[in-house]
């Protein structure tokens, strides 16, 4: 910088100060909005940076600088593995009449000082191995056509009940529908598992023509359980994407009871999707996010997700000045109410009230704050308010949405293995595959047999069972 630019610089600065009290509090004023627009800056770009603690965002897109990783648990001082006193949990033996074969190894007769060694009782080992060569079991049809010797009629024999037209057999067609949904297996790995293990080769196209008969067999005891979604006293709902190739980003939107898991796979993430699962007037109470689709059910039949809320209050939080004071105050009210909640006390309601006070005034506080986007957020808190507290008037009713954020988890693994969709065919297969699976793990059921029975079902025409839990 030239040295002579030095002297003229101070002397306009000399020229800018002010001379009269009225000009110092005209610059004390411009210099508090210049600070406040650039805290209101600063505060629009942390809300950028955000993460699973204080957004949706999943764990998984976390970055390194993004505080340490949530899971790692505090190191217990004990060392690995069982503890002293632990009884430790051992394979039940198989009865005799139910091994293949019994393979005794006395002890030697005699011992090193010349004695007879006396045998006593045998201790059970028990090694349980894959056979040594899995085959598929191939079955031939032979279909003959014939001629009425008087009438010239030609006559076809047809397949025998039960009898698929394809290549693949209606146990395979489970397996195939088994290992693409609860394995997360993509075409190209059932095929090569499949020639690898049984020695039978198929095409990837012959596999996606597979999974589409498994999602024709399930249509029917799925759709029966859509049916009954609207009558459940308490559901679950959320929405994830799942893109589908050339088509743009699909949603896969979950209704999630304890013993019944529904998945469908629409283009939107709108309102009617919502009412065209769960009816337009349900009976069920919904616990959901603060999505605004689900605004269409009254405050009074909902439960907003805490969870959810804490991660809205850990964002408001971050933000300087008033309105982080604010998020921090929310944020502690809401770590008491889990607290309180999970001592299952049956004052839990009279316990509440003082938590719900608190927390009342710290919103309002919020939306007469000078930051807007603390103030629209806490208005949209208190526009829901009785959605925020059903879990206390009904026990049935939990805080937060975890049930449905868990039943979608293994829709995304799905989705990151495997990719995108390609079309409705697979879309139905995934929707209806995973609603099998989730439900019958709920259930206690074996998701293979179930298959199974519905492939058989599907090809002999007759009815297949029921999804939905008795009782």
Same mark, same amino acid.
């Given at each position: 910088?030239?040295?002579?630019?030095?002297?003229?610089?101070?002397?306009?600065?000399?020229?800018?100060? &002010?001379?009269?009290?009225?000009?110092?509090?005209?610059?004390?004023?411009?210099?508090?909005?210049?600070?406040?627009? =650039?805290?209101?800056?600063?505060?629009?770009?942390?809300?950028?940076?955000?993460?699973?603690?204080?957004?949706?965002?999943?764990?998984?897109?976390?970055?390194?600088?993004?505080?340490?990783?949530?899971? $790692? /648990? !505090?190191?217990?001082?004990?060392? /690995?593995?069982? $503890?002293?006193?632990?009884?430790?949990?051992?394979?039940?033996?198989?009865?005799?009449?139910?091994?293949? #074969?019994?393979?005794?190894?006395?002890?030697?007769?005699?011992?090193?000082?010349?004695? &007879?060694?006396?045998?006593?009782?045998?201790?059970?080992?028990?090694?349980?191995?894959?056979?040594?060569?899995?085959?598929?079991?191939?079955?031939?049809?032979?279909?003959?056509?014939?001629?009425?010797?008087?009438?010239?009629?030609?006559?076809?024999?047809?397949?025998?009940?039960?009898?698929?037209?394809?290549?693949?057999?209606?146990?395979?067609?489970?397996?195939?529908?088994?290992?693409?949904?609860?394995?997360?297996?993509?075409?190209?790995?059932? !095929?090569?598992?499949?020639?690898?293990? =049984?020695?039978?080769?198929?095409?990837?196209?012959?596999?996606? $023509? #597979?999974?589409?008969?498994?999602?024709?067999?399930?249509?029917?005891?799925? $759709?029966?359980?859509?049916?009954?979604?609207?009558?459940?006293?308490?559901?679950?709902?959320?929405?994830?994407?799942?893109?589908?190739?050339?088509?743009? @980003?699909?949603?896969?939107?979950?209704?999630?009871?304890?013993?019944?898991?529904?998945?469908?796979?629409?283009?939107?993430?709108?309102?009617?999707?919502?009412?065209?699962?769960?009816?337009?007037?349900?009976?069920?109470?919904?616990?959901?996010?603060?999505?605004?689709?689900?605004?269409?059910?009254?405050?009074?039949? @909902?439960?907003?997700?805490?969870?959810?809320?804490?991660?809205?209050?850990?964002?408001?939080?971050?933000?300087?000045?008033?309105?982080?004071?604010?998020?921090?105050?929310?944020?502690?009210?809401?770590?008491?109410?889990? /607290?309180?909640?999970?001592?299952?006390?049956?004052?839990?309601?009279?316990?509440?009230?003082?938590?719900?006070?608190?927390?009342?005034?710290?919103?309002?506080?919020?939306?007469?704050?000078?930051?807007?986007?603390?103030?629209?957020?806490?208005?949209?808190? =208190?526009?829901?308010?009785?959605?925020?507290?059903?879990?206390?008037?009904?026990?049935?009713? &939990?805080?937060?949405?975890?049930?449905?954020?868990?039943?979608?988890?293994?829709?995304?693994?799905?989705?990151?293995?495997?990719?995108?969709?390609?079309?409705?065919?697979?879309?139905?297969?995934?929707?209806?595959?995973?609603?099998?699976?989730?439900?019958?793990? !709920?259930?206690?059921?074996?998701?293979?047999?179930?298959?199974?029975?519905?492939?058989?079902?599907?090809?002999?025409?007759?009815?297949?069972?029921?999804?939905?839990?008795?009782?």
């Amino acid at each position: 910088m030239d040295q002579s630019e030095a002297p003229d610089r101070k002397a306009a600065a000399v020229q800018d100060k &002010p001379e009269t009290l009225e000009q110092c509090h005209a610059v004390i004023e411009q210099l508090g909005q210049e600070l406040a627009q =650039l805290r209101e800056q600063v505060s629009a770009l942390l809300d950028k940076k955000l993460n699973s603690r204080n957004s949706s965002k999943p764990p998984s897109s976390d970055g390194p600088d993004s505080g340490g990783n949530r899971a $790692q /648990r !505090r190191a217990s001082g004990r060392a /690995r593995g069982a $503890q002293p006193g632990h009884k430790g949990t051992y394979r039940t033996l198989l009865a005799e009449s139910e091994v293949d #074969a019994v393979h005794d190894c006395p002890p030697p007769a005699v011992c090193e000082c010349g004695g &007879p060694v006396v045998a006593g009782r045998p201790m059970r080992h028990q090694v349980f191995d894959v056979a040594a060569q899995v085959e598929a079991e191939v079955q031939e049809y032979r279909l003959y056509h014939g001629v009425c010797g008087h009438c010239r009629k030609t006559h076809k024999s047809v397949l025998p009940a039960g009898v698929p037209r394809g290549q693949i057999g209606p146990r395979a067609l489970a397996l195939v529908g088994l290992l693409g949904t609860a394995y997360h297996l993509t075409q190209p790995k059932i !095929r090569d598992l499949l020639a690898q293990v =049984l020695g039978v080769r198929f095409s990837v196209g012959a596999i996606s $023509q #597979a999974q589409g008969l498994v999602a024709q067999a399930l249509k029917e005891p799925v $759709q029966a359980a859509v049916k009954t979604l609207p009558e459940a006293p308490v559901v679950h709902v959320d929405e994830t994407s799942y893109a589908r190739e050339g088509a743009g @980003r699909h949603w896969v939107w979950t209704v999630t009871q304890p013993k019944l898991v529904v998945y469908q796979l629409w283009s939107s993430r709108a309102r009617y999707v919502a009412k065209e699962m769960l009816g337009e007037q349900p009976k069920a109470r919904l616990v959901t996010d603060r999505y605004a689709v689900y605004d269409w059910v009254g405050p009074a039949q @909902r439960q907003v997700c805490w969870a959810h809320l804490l991660r809205d209050f850990t964002r408001i939080s971050q933000r300087a000045g008033q309105a982080g004071r604010i998020g921090r105050r929310l944020l502690g009210l809401g770590y008491v109410l889990f /607290r309180r909640w999970h001592r299952k006390s049956e004052q839990i309601g009279a316990q509440m009230k003082q938590v719900q006070g608190h927390m009342h005034r710290a919103l309002e506080r919020g939306i007469a704050g000078t930051c807007q986007r603390t103030a629209l957020t806490c208005a949209n808190v =208190l526009k829901l308010w009785p959605a925020l507290w059903t879990f206390l008037s009904d026990p049935a009713v &939990p805080p937060t949405n975890n049930a449905a954020e868990q039943a979608l988890r293994t829709i995304v693994l799905k989705r990151k293995i495997s990719g995108l969709t390609r079309s409705r065919r697979g879309e139905e297969f995934i929707a209806r595959g995973y609603t099998v699976v989730e439900s019958c793990k !709920r259930q206690g059921r074996d998701a293979l047999t179930y298959l199974r029975q519905a492939m058989h079902g599907y090809f002999a025409g007759t009815a297949v069972s029921s999804l939905v839990p008795s009782g």
